[in-house]
């Protein structure tokens, strides 16, 4: 089957789309230029700082840079209204001056770059200042007196970029991630798709399916009395079926690439007084949270963005988990439940002494194995009840004990972990000794335990989210290919047309390219290759003036 057969069905409307021009290219959107002004805004933070950028992004830039530039390098204003045209990506030393007074503004530099080989794909001036609110505020509003310039909203620059076809939605996405990225790992991600990784594997995905598109099509073409190959259908749901698979396997990623993106969200909880605002202050490495030998002293939770080993952390402290007749507790006690179930990963701290004790008198711990049938530790049910799969524990408070028992003690109070997560009873006994590396005894007090703690914990996350721990893994199938709902929920949708097709009858052709047809343009979405101005507040609403 030839890719020809739907290029001659091209200039049918309802198969417009499918010209290989509109698969490859997103300009589609692009409005004309007649209607767009020239924008600009800082594009640093504003005040002191070295040096400050101001962007102006439009078909009157060049006309900007003659108002407001002299002296440039090549003596700028020539007199009788000539001025000299300024070299690309260029930097040139200048004077920036008021466009009707003339006044001097700031010595600077300044550089255009001739569009479409600019950020925004139009013509761009930017302008080099000294970074002082004075001389920023000044060049501002000597910008907003020429009549075809305005500010640029939020964003403005890179939905230019964006409608010219520098980017897709993914790399716009991207972008703003950049941005945004507190931690290296962030960072990968985020710069992955700026630099059109996504966009490229959307858009294989997107091929992929236009070319069972393409077979289906020629069934219907060629119709009755002309030769058809056989098999032809059968050979569409073969590769429809091997792409749905595909995709599933990229809808089943546990949500990795839009958890890393946003934070791995880890709640501490347990009893009270067990030691969970000392591990919290502990992570941040300062006092974040208030510590008291008063149980009950955390009564709302807290939240705090950390970096483990490169990984983003959303931490949340909570409350301590027991019966209370008090108000306020009991409400920071409902918050603490709704954390840990929204949580990604908890940790659960409990005082080693205070388990044991619930064990067995002191006089007893010392055989405490053998007392280990007639009196378990507990944990109380208000705990045991939130323990997940996802659930490491932290045993703290070791410095109370003998270094002895509490080596011993482990043993046992493992097996009450393990069978509060009930795990052991669905016979899952491999995956439940695998959890065990998630037990640490640590004194939150003196230190000791906590780096090794902190160093395995790290490693169990990193093992779990990271994309970066092995470089030798760093490839296409290890690389999330999600990082925002807005992409699932359009891969979802495709997977549904690909199921429709699947289970439609040879008969039904017209219906089944139908199918197809729908499972490619829920793809195209991700790309913003059609329907883009419904996304585009969606997409653009986070971003920065000046961006
Ligand atoms: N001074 C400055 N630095 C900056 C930016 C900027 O706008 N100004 N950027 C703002 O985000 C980033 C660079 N983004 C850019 C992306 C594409 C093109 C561009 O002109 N692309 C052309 C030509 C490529 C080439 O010369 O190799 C193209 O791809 O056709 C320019 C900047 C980071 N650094
Ligand atoms: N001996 C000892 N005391 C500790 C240790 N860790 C914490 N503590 C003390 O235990 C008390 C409670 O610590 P917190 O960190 O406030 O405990 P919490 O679980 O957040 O308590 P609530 O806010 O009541 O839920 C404080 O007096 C801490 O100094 C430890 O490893 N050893
Ligand atoms: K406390």
């Not at 829920?522 to 913003?528: D, L, P, R, Y």
């Amino acid at each position: 089957m030839m890719l020809k057969t739907f290029c001659r069905q091209c200039p049918a409307a309802a198969r417009n789309f499918l010209c290989a021009s509109r698969i490859r290219g997103i300009s589609t959107v692009t409005p004309s230029d007649a209607q767009r002004s020239t924008i600009f805004a800082l594009s640093t933070p504003p005040g002191k700082a070295g040096v400050a950028v101001i962007r102006v992004s439009g078909p009157d830039a060049l006309d900007v840079w003659k108002r407001v530039i002299r002296n440039a390098r090549r003596r700028g204003d020539l007199g009788n209204g000539i001025y000299y045209q300024p070299e690309q990506r260029k930097m040139e030393k200048c004077k920036i001056v008021h466009p009707e007074s003339g006044e001097l503004l700031d010595d600077g530099l300044a550089v255009f770059f001739k569009g479409p080989k600019s950020f925004t794909t139009e013509d761009v001036v930017e302008l080099h200042l000294h970074s002082g609110r004075a001389i920023i505020s000044a060049v501002l509003s000597a910008l907003a007196t020429i009549k075809s310039c305005r500010p640029a909203e939020p964003g403005e620059f890179t939905r230019r970029a964006f409608l010219g076809g520098r980017m897709d939605l993914t790399q716009v996405e991207g972008l703003r991630d950049l941005l945004e990225a507190q931690t290296d790992t962030q960072r990968k991600l985020a710069l992955r798709a700026a630099a059109g990784d996504m966009r490229v594997r959307f858009e294989e995905l997107r091929t992929q399916i236009i070319h069972c598109l393409a077979m289906v099509e020629a069934l219907i073409d060629f119709g009755e009395g002309e030769e058809i190959e056989e098999g032809v259908y059968e050979q569409a749901q073969i590769e429809a079926r091997n792409l749905l698979q595909a995709i599933n396997g990229h809808l089943n990623d546990s949500r990795r690439g839009e958890i890393l993106r946003t934070g791995i969200r880890l709640a501490i909880f347990g009893p009270p007084n067990a030691g969970k605002s000392s591990l919290l202050n502990f992570l941040a490495r300062r006092e974040a949270a208030i510590v008291t030998p008063i149980p009950g002293t955390t009564r709302d939770v807290i939240e705090l963005s950390l970096d483990i080993g490169g990984l983003p952390i959303i931490v949340a402290d909570t409350a301590g988990l027991r019966k209370t007749e008090d108000l306020v507790e009991s409400i920071g006690i409902e918050r603490t439940k709704e954390a840990v179930q929204a949580a990604d990963v908890s940790i659960c701290v409990l005082s080693l002494p205070e388990m044991l004790n619930s064990a067995a008198s002191p006089s007893k711990r010392k055989s405490l194995e053998a007392a280990e049938h007639q009196s378990m530790p507990q944990i109380p049910s208000s705990v045991a009840s939130l323990i997940t799969q996802n659930t490491c524990f932290l045993l703290n408070k070791a410095d109370l004990l003998d270094s002895t028992i509490a080596t011993t003690s482990l043993g046992v109070v493992s097996q009450v972990l393990e069978r509060a997560t009930g795990k052991e009873a669905d016979g899952e006994k491999m995956e439940a000794t695998a959890r065990w590396e998630n037990v640490w005894t640590v004194s939150l007090q003196n230190g000791k335990g906590t780096e090794e703690f902190l160093q395995s914990f790290a490693k169990s996350l990193k093992h779990r989210y990271d994309i970066s721990a092995d470089e030798s893994v760093l490839n296409d199938s290890y690389m999330p290919l999600i990082t925002h709902t807005r992409q699932r929920v359009h891969l979802e949708s495709a997977a549904r047309f690909i199921e429709a097709f699947l289970s439609t009858p040879p008969e039904d052709v017209v219906l089944a390219a139908e199918e197809l047809r729908y499972a490619a343009q829920a793809v195209g979405k991700i790309s913003g290759l059609i329907d883009v101005e419904d996304v585009l507040d969606v997409v653009f609403k986070d971003f920065c003036i000046g961006k």
